[in-house]
Structure formats: C-alpha cells, structure tokens
C-alpha cells in the first residue's frame, strides 16, 4: 500500500473556480482576493484579514508594520521551522531562542520572562501541529514587563508593551478557550501552502486584534503598500477611468496574493468544517491505534477547552535516539508510508550555527527531536491506510 505524507485535496470546485478567473480576464490581486480575505476575517472573528504569497511574507510585513528594525531583538522558538526566525533576520533585528520546555514541544514560558529587555519588542509563539500555544501565560509575560517597554512607532505605542505575533502557520481553525486561532495573538500569520490543511497551493494571510486608537482600516492598508511596492494603488484600482495615476511611499516589497490562488481558498473554505472533521477523525484514530504501546508517545490535540486544527501528527519513539528514529523512517518507507520529522531545532541548521548559536544550549528542544517522527495526516487518506500505518508502526516498535 502507498501512503503520501501530505497531498493536496483537490475537489471539482477548486478546479471549476480557478477556470472562472483565468476566463474572467482577471489573475492577478482583485475581486477574489479581497473576498478570500473577508471570509477569513469572519472565519476568524477578526475585524480584518491581509492576503500575501505566503505566511512568511505575513510574518515580515507585520514586523514591519510594528516598525521593528535593526536594534531590536525578538524571541521565538528554538524549536520551528526557520520561518519564524528568519524573518527576524529579514528586517535586522536580533534573533533570540528560547528552549523548549522539558518533554515538550513548546517554548519555555518561564525562561522567556528573563530575555525580555528594553529592546525586545515581539514574541513569535508557535502553534506547532496546529496546537496553540499558551497565549495566557504569554500575556501574563509581556504585561508584567510593560514598565521596560520602549516603543517604536504608533502602533507599538498603542499596544504597550512587547508584541505577541503568533507564527499560526499550522493553527488556522484552531481554538484557544473559545477564540479563534486570529484572534488570540495580537498579529498571527497563517500558511495556505499545498501541505497545509486549507491550501490556495502558495499563499498566506494575517489577522490582529483590535487595537485601542487604530484604526484597522490603516493597518490593512500598511500591509495593502508594503505587499504592493510602496505603491498606493493596486493594479485593480489603477484600472478605472482616470485612475492610472499612483505614489510609491517607500522602496517596499513584492508578496502579494493573486486571484488564482484566492479562487482556490474559496473552494477550500466551503468544506472547511469537514476537512477539520476527517483530520481530527484520523487522529482519533491514530490515539486510540497508539494507545496500548508504551513504546510511543503521541503529541497531546485536544486539551480541555481548545481544540487543535489536526495538522500534524507528531510521534515520540521512547527512549531512542536520531540513528534509531532514522531506521524507523527507513522501514515504513519500505512499506510504502511516507513520514517526515518536524522539526530539527534552528540551532542545528548551518545558516543558525553561523549567526552564533550552539544547539548544546537548546537540550531539551534537541531531546524533543531526536526521536520525533511525523506521521500522514490528510484528507485524502482513507481509513484503511490509517489503520495500515497504524499496523505497520506498531508492528515495527513491537519487534
């Protein structure tokens, strides 16, 4: 049997709306974008919604709306995909790691408290999974620090203190006690590329809290310039009678969402509901396969009243390490089941190794690493390949 790790769901619909825009004369950032985007600030229960190219491109604009820069310094995860670090990178500021804590996938909260200075001026939390992080506890964190606080722009100034910007690339539909995935954090980014549960194949959105004194209108349009150039019109604007004339506000970027991939998103968002269903049915699945080997720890969905977004299924191989995990991927390759690991700490990347950073200090994100495997996890599974990864795994951690 051959089990894809994470293909695209692709329906009819998907197909029938991206030919109704390449037929509509059409493409590029327009109509269906700014629909895409206004579905997912009501998905999200958000005033606003920014369409980009990626959720890495959501993560730079909205440091660069927060006006933070060279001299600054921000802290994330040690343990993440270098998305949420390098963007840090991208804008000049001063990357700092944190550790996880013990046994866990998640940042240590209470380390955190100690690296935040008067130059600190953002976390990037982790919703790894799809899981979300412990937003209370964060706020719990920034606000206790609010009297070191400098800040750098209005916006800075009207939130405060240091700035949550959740990286939500795996979390969109998630729920932290009742709210939204988008509308915990003060910013979060979310991924819409091909592996991830709502796909518009590339592409990303952000979503922000409201902010007492700014107007969110404002903040869009920031994002609307940023994403465009500078540019104060796009190019659906400049199409209207007498509209070709614009202004460049500032040498900015390029990374915005074109109407081909919007049209994708929109098909996706028709059968949201039952994608998140099925993927937190093969989870259940996975649990309850899982349940009687004590040979494997499985990462924890669901935790009292927040509920996950089923990205990812992460599975510990107890007590074994990186050569261990490595032979376990190779036999269920030989079984025709592809897995993957998420993630090897930043730490032990070279680009991270050459900015200085030493993964002896991050043990326990390593600990958590070594013997993590990712199992499949998608809609387009069906229950007999789950049941037969379930099978083939056990039958390997069991000899």
């Given amino acids: 049997m051959n089990v894809p790790f994470s293909p695209p769901d ?18 590029t950032t327009g109509p269906k974008t700014k629909e895409f985007e206004n579905k997912i600030a009501e998905y999200c229960e958000t005033e606003k919604a ?26 994330t995860s040690a343990y993440t995909y270098t998305a949420s670090a390098s963007v840090i990178d991208h804008v000049g500021a001063k990357i700092v790691l944190v550790d996880t804590e013990k046994d866990s996938f998640e940042m240590d909260y209470d380390k ?16 790894l999974a799809g899981i979300m992080c412990n937003y209370d506890k964060l706020f ?56 991830k549960n709502l796909t518009t194949a590339e592409g990303g959105a952000v979503t922000w809290r409201k902010i007492k004194g700014i107007d969110s ?26 509209s070709w004339e614009y202004d460049i506000l500032e040498p900015a970027y390029k990374c915005n969402m074109t109407d081909i991939m919007a049209a994708i998103g929109l098909a996706q968002f028709t059968r949201y509901d039952d994608i998140l269903k099925y993927r937190h049915k093969i989870v259940q699945m996975y649990d309850k396969g899982f349940k009687n080997n004590c040979n494997l720890e499985v990462l924890t969905h669901d935790n009292g009243d927040s509920h996950s977004s089923y990205h990812l299924y992460l ?22 089941i592809a897995t993957n690991v998420h993630y090897k700490p ?29 199992l499949p996890l998608n809609t ?20």
């Fill in 50 to 75: 920014a369409c980009l190219n990626s959720a890495t491109a959501a993560l730079e604009m909205t440091l660069r709306v927060l006006g933070i820069g060279k001299g600054d310094e921000i802290i």
């Fill in 140 to 195: 719990e964190i920034v606000n206790s620090k609010k009297e070191i606080f400098k800040a750098n722009n209005e916006i800075q100034k009207a939130i405060g203190r240091v700035a949550i910007v959740a990286d939500g690339a795996h979390s969109f539909g998630a729920k932290y006690k009742g709210k939204m995935s988008g509308a915990v954090a003060d910013f979060t980014s979310f991924s819409f590329h091909a592996v």
């Fill in 217 to 242: 209108e404002d903040i869009y349009k920031k994002y609307m310039i940023l994403s465009l150039h500078g540019q104060t019109k796009d190019a659906l604007s400049k199409t209207k009678i007498g």
């Fill in 315 to 336: 599975v510990r191989l107890v007590g074994k390490d990186e050569e261990y995990r490595n032979e376990v991927i190779r036999k269920m390759s030989e079984f025709g």
């Fill in 346 to 374: 930043l730490p032990m990347l070279t680009a991270y190794k050459n900015l200085g950073f030493d993964i002896k200090d991050y043990p326990n994100a390593f600990n958590m690493y070594r013997n993590e495997i990712t």
């Fill in 380 to 399: 387009v599974m069906t229950e007999e390949q789950v049941n037969y990864v379930i099978e083939k795994l056990n039958e390997i951690e069991r000899g």
């Fill in 10 to 27: 692709i329906a009819q619909l998907e197909i029938d709306n991206v030919v109704e825009v390449l037929k509509s004369g059409w493409i």
């Fill in 112 to 127: 955190i408290s100690d690296l935040i200075n008067e130059r600190t001026k953002a976390i990037i939390p982790v919703d």
